[in-house]
């Protein structure tokens, strides 16, 4: 499946979810800053995503929850900015997020602006790219990582 056309049923997911005018929803909009999206929503948009896709989404692998005290833990975090022990973890739960210009000011707060359309189409283009290499079984087995979400 093509990008384009994972772009073009993810912005349908999306509207089906948040209510948000499809001519809104961008490659770039941010899901809780631009889409206003909730913790409640998500939910939501991982249940319609895997109906759309035919795909498998385990629990807190597409959205985050950290451990618990994985912000207050100073190997993680220190002033409010991941620190490289940090920002291998994020990057481990979530490769298909765009770490291009947030390694450049790894501010916790702005955690949540990594997660965008973009990433949605990408991590969709993987897990169908995964389901076809193996028959199916599309998890990377990430489970679940704790109580903290987005949003």
């Excluded at 990408?122 to 979400?149: C, E, H, P, W």
């Amino acid at each position: 499946m093509k990008q384009e056309e994972i772009m073009t049923r993810v912005k349908r997911v999306l509207w089906e979810a948040l209510g948000v005018d499809e001519d809104e929803i961008t490659a770039d909009s941010k899901l809780v800053k631009d889409l206003a999206a909730e913790s409640i929503d998500f939910s939501d948009i991982v249940l319609k995503l895997e109906r759309e896709f035919k795909v498998s989404i385990p629990k807190c692998e597409l959205f985050p929850s950290f451990p618990e005290g994985f912000f207050d833990d100073s190997a993680n975090n220190e002033h409010g900015r991941l620190t490289d022990h940090g920002l291998l973890i994020l990057k481990r739960l979530f490769p298909d997020l765009d770490f291009s210009q947030f390694v450049k000011d790894p501010q916790v707060h702005l955690i949540n602006d990594l997660f965008t359309v973009s990433y949605l189409v990408n991590y969709i283009a993987r897990k169908i790219s995964v389901n076809r290499d193996v028959g199916g079984f599309g998890s990377t087995g990430l489970g679940s990582f704790g109580s903290i979400a987005l949003g």
